[in-house]
């Protein structure tokens, strides 16, 4: 069981709105960063948004993060076929002393 | 930048495997540098971290006191020593490096190399 929380699966048509929630704890999300990373099957993962809501040169602006509290939530605007992997949260968690990420989400694009 | 990662491969319960990661394309002796891993059909487990300089180094609790992480600056390295495998370390180990300045817990991880495959079976 992942020490942060993500529903599993997430849908949605070409040129929809979907979030992706994260839930951690006050030791986790509540006092460290957020980072959403996609992965691909077959492929090396790629950081999507780093330190909560910012994205690295080359990931389109569709993609946006925010956090609040012991919550985390990654936004992807018009939704694309390519857009379609499974998407990660990963926080530093002081009372492992250690990273923790999240059970992962499977975004599928219908 | 550039990560390889190599040295997996079929062991049985109770035997080692050193993993390498030759890294490219950067300084590799100011950054942080992580391995994770990704069981079948499973999400991405944290394994280690270890800082540019080696004097901080983190365990996930799963592989303490059997994985040893190291590198070597001179050679653009890093390492993973598995002792003590279990089934349950079957999968896609993958190497990424962290953040070059500041905390390690304040930086991502990106790159990510292409990972190499552990089986763990008898």
């Known amino acids: 069981q992942s020490v942060l929380t993500q529903p599993p699966s997430a849908s949605g048509t070409p040129g929809q709105r979907v979030t992706i929630s994260c839930s951690g704890s006050s030791s986790s999300i509540g006092s460290n960063y957020v980072f959403w990373y996609q992965h691909l099957p077959g492929t090396a993962p790629k950081v999507l948004i780093y330190?909560?809501?910012q994205r690295p040169s080359g990931v389109p602006d569709r993609f946006s993060g925010s956090k609040s509290g012991t919550s985390a939530s990654l936004a992807i605007s018009g939704l694309r076929s390519e857009d379609e992997a499974d998407y990660y949260c990963a926080s530093w968690d002081g009372s492992l002393s250690g990273w923790v990420f999240g059970g992962g989400t499977k975004l599928t694009v219908l | 930048v550039r990560l390889v990662e190599s040295g997996g491969g079929l062991v049985k319960p109770g035997g080692s495997l050193r993993l390498s990661c030759a890294a490219s394309g950067f300084t590799f002796s100011s950054y942080c540098m992580n391995w994770v891993r990704q069981a079948p059909g499973k999400g991405l487990e944290w394994v280690s971290s270890?800082?540019?300089?080696?004097?901080?180094?983190y365990y996930a609790d799963s592989v303490k006191g059997r994985f040893t992480i190291s590198r070597d600056n001179a050679k653009n390295s890093l390492f993973l020593q598995m002792d003590s495998l279990r089934d349950d370390d079957t999968a896609v180990y993958y190497c990424?490096?962290?953040?070059?300045?500041?905390?390690?817990?304040?930086?991502?991880?990106?790159?990510w190399g292409q990972g190499t495959l552990v089986t763990v079976s008898s």
């Open positions: 330190r909560n809501d």
């Open positions: 270890i800082s540019s300089s080696s004097s901080y180094i």
């Open positions: 990424a490096r962290g953040g070059n300045s500041g905390y390690q817990k304040d930086n991502w991880f990106d790159p």
